[in-house]
């Protein structure tokens, strides 16, 4: 084995930088300041954030995709890319339902039965990495259970490219995947914008979807939380 040392390597500031609990529990308060910050000061925040991470302001864009944005992505994207995105769908919907039907459980006991059987929450929110790349199938896989399971309201974030825009093959995949609400702000604002509301984003009962270790670490901060009264 060989030893390496630096001069300027203390023994503490070694442990630090190799002590992964204390990164962690570095990262859960540095997202944990901008959970709160967005639950209590909403769109603010949700746009300071924005403009700070992405270098987009969304006063001039708007937080929520317009139906013309929507429908210059469905100009946009290669021909084809519709249909790909509908077989996908069609795919993960099968199943989708075939898993919902193994849920379904009913015993007869004499004069009483059981029946035990999933019910769907009322509202969902599919978080969608972005920015410079794009994640259709990401998309399709967040939205198509929700939908399946019979959610009545499923909405997306998505971070913004760097001109303020989301990627058109995302904005069509969740189109199709019957999602109406598609706003364009990312990271850990994006989940807390999510799960606690803002005077635009309307809050919902869950959050699904991948993301980076902000984005992560956020879902984990929310779902821990108490209910507001």
């Known amino acids: 084995m060989r030893v390496l040392r630096h001069p300027e390597q203390t023994g503490e500031l070694l442990r630090d930088r190799l002590d992964p609990w204390r990164a962690y529990e570095e990262l859960?308060?540095?997202?944990r300041a901008i959970v709160e910050d967005v639950r209590r000061r909403g769109?603010?925040?949700?746009?300071?954030y924005t403009r700070r991470f992405d270098g987009v302001d969304l006063t001039e864009v708007g937080l929520r995709v317009s139906e013309e944005e929507l429908e210059e992505?469905?100009?946009?994207?290669?021909?084809?890319?519709?249909?790909?995105?509908?077989?996908?769908?069609?795919?993960?919907?099968?199943?989708?339902?075939?898993?919902?039907?193994?849920?379904?459980?009913?015993?007869?006991l004499g004069d009483a039965s059981i029946r035990v059987e999933p019910r769907p929450l009322d509202s969902a929110g599919c978080y969608i990495?972005?920015?410079?790349?794009?994640?259709?199938?990401?998309?399709?896989?967040?939205?198509?259970?929700?939908?399946?399971?019979?959610?009545?309201?499923i909405i997306a974030c998505t971070p913004p490219g760097p001109d303020g825009?989301?990627?058109?093959?995302t904005l069509v995949a969740l189109d199709l995947c019957g999602v109406r609400e598609v706003y364009r702000v990312g990271g850990a604002q994006a989940v807390a914008a999510m799960a606690y509301g803002t005077e635009?984003?309307?809050?919902?009962?869950?959050?699904?979807?991948?993301?980076?270790?902000?984005?992560?670490?956020?879902?984990?901060?929310?779902?821990?939380?108490?209910?507001?009264p």
């Open 28 to 31: 859960l308060e540095y997202v």
């Open 43 to 48: 769109d603010e925040a949700v746009i300071e």
């Open 73 to 108: 992505a469905h100009g946009s994207v290669p021909d084809g890319f519709p249909e790909a995105v509908e077989e996908v769908r069609g795919r993960v919907l099968k199943v989708s339902e075939e898993i919902l039907k193994k849920l379904r459980v009913e015993v007869s």
């Open 129 to 153: 990495p972005g920015g410079r790349a794009s994640y259709p199938s990401t998309a399709i896989m967040a939205a198509t259970p929700a939908a399946a399971a019979g959610v009545g309201r």
């Open 165 to 169: 825009r989301v990627n058109p093959a």
């Open 200 to 228: 635009t984003i309307r809050p919902v009962r869950v959050v699904v979807g991948p993301g980076n270790r902000y984005v992560t670490a956020a879902k984990m901060l929310v779902s821990q939380a108490q209910p507001q």
